[in-house]
């Protein structure tokens, strides 16, 4: 079946500027959560969504990072003002449910750069 | 707080030979462990995870890892080792809540680039 879509997978943005990125997870899948992988690092928690609140937003850095999953399915990250240390790759993950024992499939990523 | 150590930035290794990626972790209490693959321009692919049980857990494509409490440690091993296999390694952790509470969070390790040579 389909796994976790992301677009775009580059985003190229000037300092200042609001961008958006969209998550599509696996349907049916419940969880979903957006991690940052910044160059030679793994990836760090952002944000987890149950349904369509979310459960735990402890790893946003300030903000101007927001997300939303208004259907409990598509989630878009947003994030106002942009700053070079923005630039990273943002990876999107689904899971069947919130245990522990479910793995997380993650998406390709969308690599935003901001100049 | 919760942490994942990967000690070897890289690890080369002979095609045919057995390989071992290390992986250390610190939780508060009990843990859930995984290993994932990060292919070039790739997303993050599943390889194993330890969840409760039997020590030693096989995955995908012949990997398996050994849970060692004492040690706390979640070392990946293939005996012998292919080419495709060059990739980079990421071990993750995540503590285990009784009460259910508490968030679902992956920590990850830096990883680990596996390069075997031909």
């Known amino acids: 079946g389909a796994g976790v879509s992301q677009t775009p997978s580059n985003k190229v943005t000037e300092k200042g500027k609001y961008v958006e990125l969209r998550c599509d997870p696996i349907s049916g899948h419940t969880a979903l959560y957006w991690y940052r992988q910044s160059l030679g690092q793994g990836p760090e928690f952002l944000i987890y969504?149950?349904?369509?609140?979310?459960?735990?937003d402890s790893g946003l850095p300030n903000d101007r990072f927001f997300a939303v999953r208004p259907e409990g399915s598509v989630s878009t990250l947003k994030i106002q003002r942009t700053e070079r240390g923005d630039s990273a790759v943002y990876l999107c993950a689904s899971s069947p449910g919130t245990g522990g024992v479910y793995e997380q499939y993650f998406g390709p990523g969308t690599r935003l750069t901001v100049t | 707080a919760q942490s994942v150590a990967q000690p070897e930035d890289q690890v080369n290794v002979a095609e045919g030979n057995p390989l071992t990626v290390k992986c250390t972790y610190s939780v508060s209490g009990n843990p859930y462990l995984f290993w994932y693959v990060q292919y070039p321009n790739r997303g993050l692919q599943f390889l194993l995870k330890?969840?409760?049980?039997?020590?030693l857990v096989k995955g995908s494509y012949g990997f398996e890892a050994e849970f060692n409490k004492s040690q706390t440690s979640f070392h990946l091993k293939k005996p012998s080792a292919l080419v495709s296999d060059s990739a980079l390694y990421f071990c993750a952790v995540r503590e285990r809540s009784y009460s259910g509470a508490g968030s679902y969070q992956l920590t990850f390790g830096k990883g680990t680039k596996l390069s075997v040579i031909p």
């Open positions: 330890y969840i409760t049980g039997d020590n």
């Open positions: 969504f149950q349904g369509t609140g979310a459960a735990d």
